[in-house]
C-alpha cells in the first residue's frame, strides 16, 4: 500500500465517481490506529483515504508539543513508510479545519507541500479540508478561491464544506436543525465561483441532515436524496449556461458521469443505514467519513481485555499482576483487530471493497 501520487489520487477519485463507490476516510490519533486502518483496508483489498483532525493532528505531536503542523508531518512520514508494505493505495487528508486554524495548520502545510513539490517532490498530503460550516456562503467560498490556488501549487486536492453538519467534532459544534441542509442554489453558486475542476481539484461536502457522534435511531433526519437535487441542478445550470464557460466534468481526470458534476464527501455517517449510504454514494458521493464507529471499536476490545484479565492488568491486593495482559502489545493487538473488522464493513457497505486499483 504506497501512498498516493497526486496523479494516483486523481485516479482513484475518478474511479470511484465512474464505479459508484467511495472511499472510507478513516481518522486516526496514533500509529496504532493508523496501522488499524492500514490493516483493515488491506484485509478488505480496498484503497482509502485516512486522516486526522485539529485535534488528532495536535495529539500526534505529543502532549507536551501540542502543534499541529508537527504532528500532521510525522503522522505522514510514519504513514509513508509503513504504508509501503502494503499492497494498495491510501491517500492522506487532514480533516475539519475550521478558520481559527487555518493559520496554525493547513496554510503551514500548503505552504510546506508547495516547496516540496518545487523541489520535484510529491507533497505529504494529498488533500486538505475547508470547514467554513460555521462562515456565510460568500465568506466560505472566498477563502475557498484562496486555498484552492494554493492547493494547486501544492498538487493539493481542497475539500470544502457547505452548510453545518450538526453535532461535534473536536470541539465545533452546531445544532440539529434546518441548517443542516444544503440546496441546489448552494451548488450552483458553488460551481459559479469555483469551476468544476479546471480551476483545481476539489470536493464538496454538501450537508443533508449530517450530525457528527453517535445518536439514537430517529435523532438524525438523512435527505440523501437532496445531494441528487444538487447535481442535476449543477448539470442543468451547466447545458443552459447559467455555469459559464463550463462542461460537467470537465477539468477533472479521465471521463466522469455528466450527472456527477462535483465528487461529494459524506460527513456524520455514524449510526446511518446501509440504505442512506448507498443512496448517498449513487449521486456522487466518493468519500465517507469514519471516526466514531472506528473510535469505538478501537476502544471497546481494549474496555473488553481489561474486563477479561482485570486481575492481570491490575495489581490486585499486593499481588504482581500478568506482565502478558498488562503489555500494551497485547491489548493493543486486540483494538487493532477490531478497528480493522469496522474498516472492513465500511468497505463493503461504501462498495469499495475488492476495487483496490492496479
Not at 82 to 99: E, I
Not at 290 to 312: C, L
Not at 344 to 350: G, S, T
Request: glycine content about 10%.
Amino acid at each position: 500500500m504506497t501512498i498516493a501520487t497526486p496523479e494516483r489520487y486523481a485516479e482513484m477519485l475518478d474511479a470511484a465517481r465512474r464505479g459508484g463507490y467511495a472511499y472510507p476516510a478513516i481518522n486516526v490519533t496514533s500509529t496504532q490506529t493508523l496501522n488499524a486502518a492500514l490493516q483493515g483496508l488491506a484485509d478488505a483489498e480496498s484503497d482509502g483515504i485516512i486522516q486526522v483532525s485539529v485535534g488528532g493532528s495536535a495529539y500526534f505531536s505529543g502532549q507536551r508539543v501540542n502543534d499541529r503542523v508537527t504532528g500532521s508531518l510525522a503522522f505522514a512520514a510514519f504513514a509513508h513508510e509503513v504504508a509501503a508494505k502494503y499492497p494498495n493505495t491510501v491517500a492522506l487528508h487532514t480533516d475539519h479545519c475550521a478558520k481559527q486554524y487555518l493559520d496554525e495548520w493547513v496554510r503551514p502545510l500548503l505552504a510546506v507541500e508547495a516547496d516540496q513539490v518545487a523541489h520535484g517532490k510529491d507533497p505529504s498530503f494529498q488533500s486538505h479540508m475547508w470547514d467554513g460550516s460555521t462562515v456565510p456562503l460568500a465568506e466560505n467560498l472566498d477563502i475557498a478561491e484562496e486555498l484552492l490556488a494554493k492547493s494547486v501549487a501544492a498538487h493539493t486536492v481542497l475539500e470544502i464544506e457547505i452548510g453545518a453538519v450538526g453535532g461535534e467534532e473536536d470541539g465545533q459544534r452546531a445544532e440539529i436543525n434546518e441548517k443542516l441542509y444544503s440546496t441546489p442554489a448552494d451548488g450552483v453558486t458553488v460551481a459559479q465561483r469555483l469551476g468544476l475542476g479546471e480551476n483545481g481539484r476539489y470536493m464538496a461536502a454538501f450537508t443533508f441532515g449530517n450530525v457528527h457522534g453517535a445518536y439514537k435511531p430517529g435523532v438524525v433526519k438523512l435527505r440523501p436524496e437532496l445531494l441528487g437535487d444538487i447535481q442535476n441542478e449543477v448539470a442543468a445550470a451547466v447545458a443552459d449556461g447559467r455555469i459559464a464557460g463550463h462542461a460537467a466534468g470537465r477539468g477533472f481526470a479521465g471521463e466522469v458521469p455528466e450527472n456527477k458534476p462535483f465528487p461529494l464527501v459524506f460527513h456524520g455517517g455514524s449510526g446511518s443505514s446501509a440504505e442512506e449510504i448507498a443512496e448517498a454514494v449513487s449521486h456522487g458521493v466518493v468519500k465517507m467519513n469514519i471516526d466514531t464507529d472506528t473510535q469505538y471499536a478501537f476502544t471497546r476490545a481494549i474496555a473488553g481485555h481489561m474486563f477479561a484479565h482485570y486481575d492481570g492488568v491490575l495489581k490486585i491486593d499486593g499481588e504482581v499482576g500478568d506482565k502478558k495482559f498488562y503489555d500494551p502489545r497485547s491489548w493493543g493487538r486486540e483494538a487493532e483487530d477490531s478497528m480493522a473488522r469496522r474498516v472492513v464493513e465500511a468497505c463493503e457497505r461504501l462498495g469499495s471493497a475488492g476495487r483496490r486499483l492496479k
